[in-house]
């Protein structure tokens, strides 16, 4: 957390200056989220201030699938500002605000009532979460401030970053912007991490995008002899087969079942049919041609699909690929990946399992649901024996 402080702490600190709060209420970032982005919370809280959603859109973050702008630093700052100042002012005290920024407000003022208290020393009716908060963020201030004193040693820093802000057409790629502007795309990545699918959302004109300050003439020129087909880098869908299960396809594009599903819009839903299209997050066409599936083989097949899937918004997907990945329906565990190589009766195979050390013929049947006979005889063995690094075919 001290490494990644240095990135942001300067600007969290200039804007609640300029706002007349605490400049030391930056540090409540620290507490709540390590100042991450990507930091989610058991309940479902979220980015570096880590605002619920419906908190989050009360403060006006706007909170879709395309964009969610609790992970952004800029409009979560603004957000966590306003609600800061809304509960000094209905407390009158920094210590019992950041209390009702914990616990919430309610709970607070019930509290202090309750107590006959506006001290929050004094208050017995909070959560132990909420009473160990205002501590808890005092300890990590003075550490914050001199962490040397208190035993962490060369802690390496990172730059405080400082950006500007362009705005671009429709479906606009982050990497194509990375690319004209001449900046690593993970930087462009981590100044938008409120842009969910690496691209700028469909139908809105003039989306403004953060990149790195002194990289916006580079950007602007180049950017402009962009076709609208260049902007866009076409995503990898995934045409998924009978029996295929969600966590088998995100075990082989090795992507969380969560991100997998919530690219797809599939809320809780787990079961898939043949021929749904499945788009990868995080990957491009051009990154997915000849990507390594788990246990270092290839991507079987990949070619164009006879028609682009449509977003819920009815947009096209420009020039998707169709990855025909096979994938093991168990999902994530032991052995399975797709292969180019091909054992008996591989044509009529469902999967190609790679037999991992200590993997028996039983144990491999039980994982796909056949028997141990059928296993033996649609792969012509002899016997039981079987070879770590060999491959099988499952009916």
Known sequence: YLARSATWLPYLKDRLREAGLPEDLAYLALIESGFSTQAVSRAGAVGPWQFMSYTGREYGLRIDRWVDERRDYERSTQAAIAYLSDLHDMFDSWFLAAAGYN????????????????????????????????????????????????????????????????????????????????????????????????????????????????????????????????????????????????????????????????????????????????????????????????????????????????????????????????????GPGPGGSATEVAPANAARARVIHRVRPGETLASIARRYGVSVSVLRSFNDLDGDRIVAGSRLAIP
């Open 103 to 330: 616990g919430g407000q309610g709970r607070v003022g019930r509290s202090m009532l309750r107590d006959n208290t506006v001290n929050f020393w004094e208050l017995t009716g909070l959560h132990s979460e909420t009473q160990n908060y205002v501590p808890k963020l005092i300890a990590a201030t003075i550490i914050a401030k001199e962490p040397e004193k208190y035993g962490f040693r060369w802690v390496p820093r990172s730059e405080a970053i400082e950006w500007t802000t362009v705005r671009v057409p429709s479906s606009t790629d982050l990497d194509v912007i990375a690319e004209v502007a001449g900046v690593p795309a993970d930087v462009v990545r981590g100044l938008n991490p409120h842009l969910l699918r690496g691209r700028t959302p469909p139908g809105e004109t003039n989306f403004p995008v953060k990149i790195p300050r002194g990289s916006e003439e580079t950007f602007r020129s180049n950017f402009a002899r962009l076709t609208p087909e260049e902007r866009t880098r076409p995503v990898l869908v995934h045409l998924v087969r009978a029996g295929e299960t969600l966590a088998g396809i995100a075990s082989a594009y090795e992507v969380s079942v969560a991100e997998l599903a919530r690219e797809n819009d599939l809320g809780a839903r787990s079961s898939l049919e043949g021929g749904e299209r499945l788009v990868i997050p995080g990957r491009t066409a051009a990154a997915g041609v000849g990507y390594p599936a788990p246990g270092g083989d290839r991507v079987a097949e990949l070619g164009p699909s006879a028609e682009a899937p449509e977003t819920p918004a009815g947009e096209r997907i420009p020039a998707p690929l169709v990855a025909r990945r096979e994938v093991g329906g168990s």
